[in-house]
């Protein structure tokens, strides 16, 4: 079975700090694919990022990046210079082949203050 | 570009009545999710199909049911309502091939409040 942790429920930043947020994931298959899902207050759940289980390059993009780390089973995700737009819940994702179903973190509530 | 259509957005049903949510995915994409949001929680997966075809089950009760129609739009029929059942409902999908291969995107969802 599938099953992502985010220990994280709930960080509260300044603006302009940077905000890490923590994800790890269990999965005994050998391709899998990682997500990261914003979902603002007004309820829909925006696409971030997406990670192959057998590329673990890092990147930026813009003020996202993340760190996959396939020996500990973390995915990772840091905020740049946050903005109060970027106050929603962050959703960890994980599934085990194209087309196959999203297993969801708890989610991790960030609140960035002006 | 063109984004995963959900109606209605929001609706208010009776207990014991039946509701139905329409998805009209992203075109070209050969795979349809519904997933189920209770308030607080993260998603989870209900159904999914995938060329018209059921491909997945989760957590969906037997008092639900979906379909996907031969123009790939899908519906979820739910029906003696419970109080229970007032969540967000997403309806998603994805493209198993290309690029954007198994990146699935999200609809903005239905509000179904029963009361």
């Known amino acids: 079975a599938q099953k992502v942790t985010q220990a994280q429920t709930e960080i509260s930043v300044v603006e302009k700090e940077d905000v890490t947020l923590d994800c790890v994931y269990e999965t005994r298959d050998t391709t899998y694919y990682l997500f990261w899902y914003k979902q603002p207050p007004s309820g829909e759940l925006v696409f971030l990022i997406r990670r192959n289980s057998f590329d673990e390059q890092n990147e930026i993009s813009g003020r996202y990046s993340w760190n996959f780390q396939k020996s500990t089973s973390s995915f990772n995700f840091t905020i740049t210079a946050s903005q109060v737009v970027d106050s929603a819940v962050y959703f960890c994702?994980?599934?085990?082949?194209?087309?196959?179903?999203?297993?969801f973190g708890g989610g991790t509530r960030v609140l960035v203050k002006p | 570009a063109a984004g995963v259509i959900q109606s209605p957005r929001h609706l208010i049903k009776e207990k014991r009545e039946t509701a139905t949510l329409k998805c009209y995915p992203i075109p070209r994409h050969d795979t349809v999710y519904w997933y189920q949001q209770g308030p607080g929680q993260d998603p989870q997966f209900l159904i999914s199909?995938?060329?018209?075809?059921?491909?997945d089950k989760g957590s969906i009760p037997d008092r639900f049911s979906a379909q996907q129609f031969s123009d790939y739009h899908s519906e979820l029929n739910m029906s003696s309502l419970e109080l229970g059942d007032s969540a967000l409902y997403f309806c998603a999908s994805s493209r198993r091939q290309g690029a954007t291969g198994n990146t699935i995107y999200f609809g903005e969802g239905s509000w179904l409040t029963v009361v």
């Open positions: 994702a994980l599934s085990s082949a194209a087309g196959n179903k999203l297993t």
């Open positions: 199909f995938y060329e018209k075809m059921q491909s």
